[in-house]
């Protein structure tokens, strides 16, 4: 199984980035795919997930409202938009799979992504 997350980048605050992370070697529509975050010196941040099928959705509270989480199952892919980012948003971001269970927290999910760094900065 891999999942490989890209779009990450440096970006001023207010400014937008769309994340992707693609899945192989699982079956991606029954998987829960979620987004967590690090900062360097905190723990990891539980940011958003979707549901195997799409329906249900789910925010941390410190992105909720700025942030959308969603999945294209004919892709293997799962996106987030960020937008009005925010310094506080700088950290590691990474994608996690889970199979037929909706949790936000880690163990929750079975498969771990490399992550992609978004820095807000001006």
């Known amino acids: 199984v891999q999942l490989q997350a890209s779009g990450g980048g440096l970006v001023q605050p207010g400014g937008s980035l769309r994340l992707s992370c693609v899945a192989s070697?699982?079956?991606?529509?029954?998987?829960?795919m979620g987004w967590f975050r690090r900062a360097p010196g905190k723990e990891r941040e539980f940011v958003a997930n979707v549901m195997w099928s799409g329906g249900s959705t789910y925010y941390g509270d410190s992105v909720k409202g700025r942030f959308t989480i969603s999945r294209d199952n004919a892709k293997n892919t799962v996106y987030l938009q960020m937008d009005n980012l925010k310094p506080e948003d700088t950290a590691g971001y990474h994608c996690?799979?889970?199979?037929?269970?909706?949790?936000?927290?880690?163990?929750?999910?079975?498969?771990w992504g490399q992550g992609t760094q978004v820095t807000v900065s001006s």
């Open positions: 996690a799979a889970g199979e037929l269970r909706f949790g936000r927290t880690p163990q929750f999910y079975d498969y």
């Open positions: 070697g699982l079956t991606f529509s029954r998987y829960t």
